[in-house]
């Protein structure tokens, strides 16, 4: 069974932007950069291996509707939204998002 992924208003998704002048941003959830669609993963790794940052992992605390140990972002801060993961992905579990950018400052 699918779930729904949802992504915050306030940030870009690749390929559209839902906010970009950040009016209405939420100030207190920390920024989660990969969206995981936890049931459609199959635990197959290729995230993982891929991952510049060794940041992603199958947790293994955890079993799916699948019956698979699903990926887990094991530390956002260090995620550069590069979206490695997302294209080795054979079954469209990520969802990446780029960084809110801090508002600018109106020039004079
Ligand atoms: S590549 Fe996709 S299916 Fe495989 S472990 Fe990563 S998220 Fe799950």
């Not at 208003?9 to 690749?14: C, E, G, M, S, V």
């Given at each position: 069974m699918a779930t729904a992924v949802e992504i915050p208003?306030?940030?870009?998704?690749?390929g559209g932007a839902a906010d970009p002048a950040g009016a209405g941003r939420a100030a207190a959830a920390p920024f989660q950069?990969?969206?995981?669609?936890?049931?459609?993963?199959?635990?197959?790794g290729?995230?993982?291996?891929?991952?510049?940052?060794?940041?992603?992992?199958?947790?293994?605390?955890?079993?799916n509707v699948q019956g698979y140990h699903p990926v887990h972002l094991t530390n956002p801060e260090l995620c550069t939204s590069d979206a490695h993961c997302a294209r080795v992905c054979?079954?469209?579990?990520?969802?990446?998002?780029?960084?809110?950018?801090?508002?600018?400052?109106?020039?004079?």
């Open positions: 208003a306030d940030t870009l998704a690749l950069p990969v969206l995981i669609d936890s049931d459609r993963c199959k635990g197959c290729l995230c993982v291996a891929a991952c510049p940052k060794g940041i992603l992992a199958l947790d293994e605390t955890r079993v054979p079954d469209c579990v990520l969802v990446i998002l780029a960084r809110p950018r801090p508002a600018r400052e109106a020039s004079s």
